[in-house]
């Protein structure tokens, strides 16, 4: 059994509870979303540590801050990171535990004057959590953003990135400079909070992720006929909330049929026409986010869906409509780095969980660019999005060890 290296958690847990403070909001407790005051002093902050640890601190275009060890501009890099902005009331580990942990990994190999194979970069990705559509830094490295969609983005408040940006002496159109060559990345691994129940009802520490899920997600409209709530017989109508109850009392059985074990489908929003007591409804509208881990279930399933509606609509005298919001393929982690993870855990006495990843992280756009791999760490009650979000710290420090010394692993 090689013998594992060691983060200085006392100084990784002090970088946890300082940035946890930054960004704290009256109405929000935290609230660090993109470029917002929050976020420029967290970002701020994470690039005087950089320069404190005497790392090389490097800012791309897309405002992605790096932090690099071995850097020559020529041998290409073993990347770790995550993201340090917020969704609003946000808890204090949602990304940016996987910034710090990263940064913790670079001092280490500096400290310990570990002579590398390749660079190993730690970035805090910007807009990971959407006020401009979310994955923002890392579609810039990858090279998906078109100054079309650069352009033309922009926040719940109508406020576009540009001037955003601009405000703050940045150039949008830098963003596109961002974008990194595929042969100077030779790997990327994140380390996140699992954001669900798993790895604590398991009592595991470590999740190795196989795979980020893939979701579809409809805006879908039963219309019947709104009529007298007293004086229209049952037989006579056509109640198109009916129609609805019935499709959602199907879904297990769809799921069950058309899925895996791993399928999830949910109707989060559902308004009815025209929504009132004594009136039957004549038309509802609803949400229905559909996820698993591979694209062939997720094109099954959204067929299996449209029939069971068609044929309820058909039966009740409804018509059935729905418009695609949105469709993400799934991504799935690469077996090495899965392997990687593993022995670095095992060495350490962990025996981790293979597990899929049901949110999206920067990961999923990294996998476009180069092998990418990651790392769970438990959320107690599966909570996260919240000010409730918790990771125990010791399983925080063995999440930092499995971190350090598969980036050691892959760049030695
Ligand atoms: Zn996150």
Redesign the pocket.
Known sequence: MAKSLKVNFERLQADVETLARIGRHENYSLYRMAFSEGDQAAREWLQKRIQEAGLDLYVDGAANIHARFNWDGQRPSIMTG??IDTVPGAGHL??ALGVLVGLECLRRFKELGLSLRHAVEAIAFTD??GRFGGMLGSQAICGQLTPEAIYNARDLDGMSLSQVMTAQGLNPTDILRARRKPESVLAFLEL?IE?GPVLEREGVSIGVVEGIVGLFKWEATLKGTANHAGTTPMDMRQDAFQGLAEFAGEIPRILEENGSARSVATIGRVEIFPGAANVVPGSVKFSLDVRDTEGVILRDLADAFRRALSAIARRRGLMFEFEVLSEIEPVKCDPGLMEAIFDAARNLGVEPLQMPSG?A?DTQIMATLTRAGMIFVPSQGGRSHSPAEWTPWEDIEIGANVALNTLYQLAH
């Open positions: 995550s993201h949602d990304g990971e959590e996140h954001q949110a992280h």
